[in-house]
């Protein structure tokens, strides 16, 4: 049970001649992004931030899955939660998230039947025990996880359930950095790339973007020695002025990435253009169920009541994804806003960068 | 935070639990001993200190390894009562039954508390039963109450953290909140992991006869490790530093909590405790731990210092420095 190959990667030595190694070749002032929630997560836990020379500053993407959801798919999933005889099952960073007039943990008060699920498969079983029912599961994720949305869909007539459905808001992350790139108010010097989505997609999948913009990328791991390598290489690149694809995470990442995830993804899902929170619409960085396969997308199945969605009031959770702001920039972070009463979904998910921030910075 | 209705988080434990508390529920029962909000209360009947404590257990699975929810309604008021610095003597037990439930679960969950009453060398005195209808309830419900005496010159409190002063923990962390959550439906881990509720009076009676003078005594339960120690801050009005490559994590739990996206520092224990105690005292005390079979990995996580009073920081292993807040709701798993 127990990883034991990651105590190499979490060695404090290793990681302490990494830092002395970014401390000796740092000298310009730059800006990189880690794209991924879950790297924000581990640099806040493992005070990566307090251990870097004050020329290098780590901004946080759009990767947490929850944060980039747009605000009428949340109150998409909301309407969804008040339908008769409807099980929404989810992943449970979505229940605060705040929509234009409810959230999935209120509703859940509210008497309607909202269930945490771990996997999908744990929607397929509530599926079974409740044959009367019709059970929604909430699909928001990135290449990380619509793999196995996508298998599972696969699945549902061969496991004979008639009953189950998805509703998929997953999103594409290569399409968003190139649209980050585009947008002339963000300047980031270098990306740390995800590690899982990488695992998927592999590092081909970022061409186009580095082809385009010659943008110094490392794909990471998750550990404190990986982030720091991926730092490190970074630095190095940006110092030497030779920009390059790299990754720093062979041990899961290759160039190809998993073509039997891909080409899963594929057969089931159908890219289209997506809304962002913050961002707004991506050409091409979404993913909706494939016409076979409507007879589960909840989307067509049930009649969802749309309401005008508002994004909150003051929130800069958009300027946030961004990386044009930082979480104590925001009026509302720590005062109105905090993970007890979110109001923006970057302070709800576990993955979200004003979370983080709440959780563990430092007081300065 | 005001909502109109009670959530999970609520009950959590963690700061919604304790605004719950302090907004709503201190101001009706305010009074002197209530407000100090340590594990139990500590009163004076006629020159004798007596600790009285409550609590009740809705765990679900009702059996789980390593235990019931029968012998842990019984180790966790104990516990309460150890960590005011008492000798545990008496318990009451009041038992809320969901119509239809099996006869032989009552009589392991019952056989689990006689057990648990034996090893803590505590009796149960009086107690209540009530039926209710089905679904009234899961399964069964158990409060328990105990009431226990404090030796003299013992003076423990959540409010007495001095800087300079150690911080012990009496072993892994997490272990019971990671053996429930993978019993829990849904959640199919095969692991070896097993609860660690246990009662802790006796190794605290240890304890206190190799330092009379022990600060602050806490077991970490809802909440877990990081959620005690702000509480601790707050009330002492210190600041607390940890270091995490000091913290006992069993390596099961730990992969566990990294496949769910849980950090071990916020899971619930019931069968550890926190010390604190001044410099010159703690390693005697540490011996003393050792020694116990509930406290054989105990070791020095942190010191309390004079900086930043009622925060939490840890040094991390690569030496970086992060704040270690309490809990904030319920722990959710990530989703990418």
Not at chain 1, 187 to 214: M, Q, R
Not at chain 1, 248 to 254: L, S
Not at chain 1, 256 to 274: H, L, P, T
Not at chain 2, 190 to 207: E, F, Q, Y
Request: aromatic residues 6%; contains cysteine; charged residues 25%.
């Amino acid at each position: 049970m127990p990883i034991k190959h990651l105590e190499e990667y979490r060695d404090p030595e290793i990681s302490r001649s990494i830092i002395d190694n970014i401390n000796k070749i740092s000298q310009k002032k730059i800006r990189l992004m880690e794209v991924c929630g879950t790297h924000t997560m581990s640099i806040f836990k493992s005070g990566i931030r307090t251990v870097l020379p004050e020329t290098i500053s780590l901004l946080s993407g759009p990767g947490c899955p929850v944060c980039v959801t747009a605000q009428h798919e949340i109150d998409a999933f909301i309407a969804l939660s008040r339908t008769d005889d409807v099980i929404i099952t989810t992943f449970g960073d979505l229940m605060k998230v705040p929509g234009t007039t409810s959230s999935l943990q209120g509703e859940r008060a509210n008497g309607h039947d909202i269930r945490i699920v771990y996997s999908i498969f744990d929607a397929f079983d509530i599926a079974k025990k409740n044959p009367g029912k019709k059970i929604v599961f909430l699909g928001v994720g990135f290449e990380t996880t619509a793999p196995t949305i996508a298998a599972s869909i696969l699945s549902i007539e061969e496991m004979k359930i008639n009953n189950f459905f998805v509703f998929s808001a997953h999103k594409l992350v290569p399409p968003a950095l190139l649209a980050l790139m585009e947008s002339s108010d963000v300047k980031i010097d270098g990306f740390i790339l995800p590690g899982h989505v990488s695992v998927i997609i592999g590092t081909k999948a970022y061409l186009p973007l580095f082809k385009k913009y010659h943008i110094p990328s490392v794909v990471a791991g998750f550990e404190p020695s990986d982030i720091l390598q991926a730092i490190y290489v970074l630095v190095e690149q940006i110092e030497t002025e030779s920009p390059r694809l790299d990754n720093a995470y062979k041990r899961a990442v290759t160039f190809d990435g998993n073509k039997k995830a891909k080409q899963i993804m594929q057969d089931v899902f159908e890219v289209v253009d997506a809304t962002w929170r913050g961002i707004g619409s991506i050409p091409k960085s979404g993913l909706k169920i494939r016409k076979e396969f409507e007879a589960y997308n909840a989307e067509n199945v049930f009649e969802i009541e749309t309401i005008d969605s508002i994004d909150p009031k003051g929130c800069d959770c958009g300027d946030i994804l961004r990386g044009l702001k930082i979480p104590p920039e925001c009026r509302l972070y720590r005062k109105t806003c905090t993970p007890m009463n979110p109001i923006g979904p970057c302070m709800v998910s576990s993955e979200g960068t004003c979370a983080a921030y709440y959780r563990y910075h430092s007081i300065e | 935070m005001k909502t109109d209705h009670i959530l999970l988080d609520h009950g959590g434990g963690g700061k919604i639990s304790h605004s719950l508390i302090t907004e709503t529920m201190l101001p009706i029962f305010d009074n002197a001993i209530i407000s100090r909000l340590d594990d139990g209360a500590i009163f004076k009947i006629e020159e004798k200190q007596l600790a009285f404590s409550t609590d009740t257990y809705v765990v679900d699975p009702i059996f789980f390894p390593g235990g019931n929810i029968g012998d842990l309604a019984v180790n966790g008021t104990v516990n309460d009562l150890a960590m005011c610095g008492a000798v545990p003597l008496y318990l009451s037990v009041g038992l809320i039954i969901e119509e239809g439930f099996p006869m032989t679960d009552l009589e392991i969950i019952l056989n689990g508390m006689r057990i648990a009453t034996k090893k803590a060398k505590v009796k149960v005195v009086t107690g209540d039963t009530k039926v209710v209808p089905k679904g009234a309830v899961d399964k069964i419900f158990i409060n328990s109450s105990g009431i226990g005496l404090i030796p003299e010159h013992v003076n423990i409190s959540g409010h007495n953290a001095r800087p300079g002063d150690k911080v012990l923990l009496s072993g892994s962390i997490a272990d019971h909140g990671i053996t429930v959550l993978t019993q829990r439906e849904g959640m199919n881990f095969d692991s070896p992991i097993v609860s660690d509720t246990a009662p802790l009076n006796h190794m605290v009676k240890r304890m206190l006869l190799a330092c009379e003078d022990i600060h602050v005594l806490r077991d970490p339960t809802r909440g877990g490790v990081g959620t005690a120690l702000n509480e601790i801050a707050i009330s002492s009005k210190v600041g607390i530093r940890i270091y995490e490559n000091t913290i006992p994590v069993k390596d099961e739990v730990s992969g566990i909590c990294e496949l769910l996206g849980f950090d071990p520092l916020y899971i619930a224990n019931e069968g550890k405790l926190l010390a604190f105690i001044e410099a010159d005292s703690a390693d005697e005390v540490l011996k003393t731990m050792r020694k116990d079979e509930f406290g054989k990995d105990a070791c020095i996580i942190g010191e309390v210092i004079s900086d930043n009073p009622g925060n939490v920081f840890m040094q991390t292993r690569i030496g970086g420095t992060r704040i270690v807040d309490m809990l904030t709701g319920e722990q959710l798993p990530r989703i990418c």
